[in-house]
């Protein structure tokens, strides 16, 4: 008996014990809205990764304090909206056929 191993085995192996008969039965627009959750979540984590520098810009001055909130606050709000509503970008881009 031959033992193959790599990412294929592997692949093969789940197909058989979960049943799954087709790896990819993801429509276009399931793709696209999860596209569109990855990228809000590399904006939540470029608005987290910049969040200690907004304590240590609360002790200067109030003009330094404010850029650098908009630095934490702007990729935070994008990241809120496409993660929260990533349906929307969804409909707006992939509408329904009324075939």
């Given at each position: 008996?031959?033992?193959?191993?790599?990412?294929?085995?592997?692949?093969?192996?789940?197909?058989?014990?979960?049943?799954?008969?087709?790896?990819?039965?993801?429509?276009?627009?399931d793709?696209?809205?999860?596209?569109?959750r990855l990228?809000?979540?590399?904006?939540?984590?470029?608005?987290?990764i910049?969040?200690?520098?907004?304590?240590?810009?609360?002790?200067?001055?109030?003009?330094?304090?404010?850029?650098?909130?908009?630095?934490?606050?702007?990729?935070?709000?994008?990241?809120?909206?496409?993660?929260?509503h990533?349906?929307?970008?969804?409909n707006?881009?992939?509408?329904?056929?009324e075939?």
């Amino acid at each position: 008996m031959v033992v193959r191993h790599g990412p294929a085995t592997f692949w093969l192996f789940l197909n058989k014990i979960s049943g799954i008969t087709q790896l990819n039965n993801m429509k276009p627009r399931d793709i696209f809205k999860l596209a569109v959750r990855l990228l809000g979540l590399v904006f939540l984590y470029h608005g987290l990764i910049s969040l200690p520098t907004l304590f240590t810009g609360i002790f200067g001055s109030a003009l330094n304090a404010f850029v650098i909130f908009l630095m934490v606050a702007w990729p935070l709000l994008v990241a809120y909206i496409l993660l929260r509503h990533a349906a929307w970008f969804a409909n707006y881009f992939y509408p329904e056929s009324e075939d």
